[in-house]
């Protein structure tokens, strides 16, 4: 099966950690690289960043990443990117009529703006991911929130025009139904983790228990809650790492608010901020901690908490979005209502009390993202989908 995924703002070459790449990009290239191993043919489309970057790529993996020519070479935040849409899908349309391609996988909102665009005119039935919703992000960063005020709409009519949604959890599935989509035109297929990266082993102990908070420093994660509840909880250290390089630690105004945080409660000698970590680097981190936590406000999926059941560490999380469906509570973790730094240091203290606990949570952790989580299950699920998707396209091409 030849594949196009479409990733307008997401190029999953570009390095980690900036304030629009992340776990779409992770997402992208892994399961690109998967679909390759199982056979299939797989493009990448994704907007230049530099005037200087290669317009094909073939990867190490196998799939290819064509870097689309429109709009600035340079970074330009995702929030902004709708303008440039009509001509990204003018180039989609020009590629795919010369060379065709069989589905067309669009991840995030923008890229099923582009994608059913140029599809539709060449007939390709197209899968959509949102990766994030724009009703869930307006909930609650309200007037905060910097996503174009045609988003909502725009993703209400995508629910309309694709063929399918691949939704990440549940809670996504129930979203979408508010907003129109009918069951039976999503199926859930999680994000993947690769276990082979992410996995137990053995590392030196700790002076004292130590929680480990990752991921974008942004207020909504959650990482001052976590700081607060650690004032509940002795003898115990926070490593939170994430954020900028860690030279510019002191200039980066959510560091500079999260340490004022920790000096108010009292525990500022008891966090560490690490600032961004190569992603080599976070198996080591999670193995070094006794407990990882993850409480975000709102969360569309959240790899954090599977790649730390990977790596056979407890979880302490926010009963959100995916987590719902990641985290058992008394089999691999806990999970408490978000903004509740009193009941997140209650979970954390029982934890910390309880090695045993601590090693049954984690083992029990490591069987469910091995069975579940994996990039290769990820992947024949996604290609169920495709199948499916491809066989009603034909039936309908053949139909009088």
């Known amino acids: 099966m030849r594949i196009a995924m479409v990733s307008e703002h997401a190029d999953p070459l570009a390095l980690l950690g900036g ?141 309309r025009q694709v063929d399918h949604v691949v939704a990440t959890c549940s809670d996504e599935v129930e979203e979408l139904g508010r907003m129109g989509l009918p069951t039976h035109h999503a199926t859930v297929v999680p994000c993947g983790v690769d276990t082979d990266l992410f996995r137990p082993y053995a590392v030196p102990a700790a002076p004292r228990p130590r929680l480990l908070s990752i991921g974008r420093l942004v207020e909504r994660k959650g990482v001052g809650n976590a700081i607060e509840a650690l004032a509940a909880v002795p003898d115990v250290d ?47 981190l999670m193995n070094e901690a006794d407990v990882v936590v993850a409480v975000p406000w709102y969360e569309p999926f959240g790899i954090v908490p599977v790649e730390a059941m990977a790596c056979g560490r407890p979880v302490v999380g926010s009963a959100v979005g995916g987590l719902l469906d990641t985290v058992l509570p008394g089999l691999t973790g806990e999970l408490v209502p978000p903004r509740r730094p009193d009941l997140l240091a209650a979970a954390v203290h029982r934890l910390v009390d309880d090695p045993e606990r601590r090693a049954t949570y984690g083992r029990a952790g490591r069987d469910r993202a091995v069975a579940l989580y994996r990039w290769s299950c990820v992947a024949e699920r996604t290609e169920d989908v495709y199948a499916s998707v491809s066989a009603a396209a034909s039936r309908r091409a053949v139909a009088p």
Not at 250 to 279: H, K, M, N, S, T
């Open 19 to 159: 304030a629009d790449a992340g776990g779409q990009n992770v997402h992208v290239g892994a399961l690109s690289a998967q679909l390759v191993a199982r056979g299939h043919e797989v493009t990448v489309y994704t907007r230049w960043t530099a005037p200087d970057v290669p317009v094909r790529v073939h990867t190490p993996d196998g799939y290819v990443v064509e870097h689309v020519p429109v709009g600035p070479p340079e970074d330009v935040p995702k929030d902004e990117l709708l303008p440039y849409m009509p001509a990204f899908a003018r180039y989609l349309e020009t590629c795919w009529s010369e060379q065709p391609v069989d589905i067309v996988h669009a991840h995030f909102w923008m890229s099923g703006v582009a994608s059913t665009r140029a599809a539709r005119r060449v007939g390709i039935p197209v899968v959509q991911t949102f990766h994030a919703l724009g009703t869930v992000k307006r909930r609650h960063q309200g007037d905060r929130d910097t996503s174009p005020p045609e988003r909502l709409g725009i993703e209400r009519r995508l629910c």
């Open 238 to 284: 926070l490593v939170v790492a994430g954020g900028p390089e860690p030279s510019r630690l002191d200039a980066d105004p959510e560091v500079r608010r999260l340490r004022e945080v920790a000096q108010r409660c009292g525990v500022a000698d008891r966090v560490r901020f690490l600032g961004g970590v190569g992603r080599d680097d976070v198996p080591r």
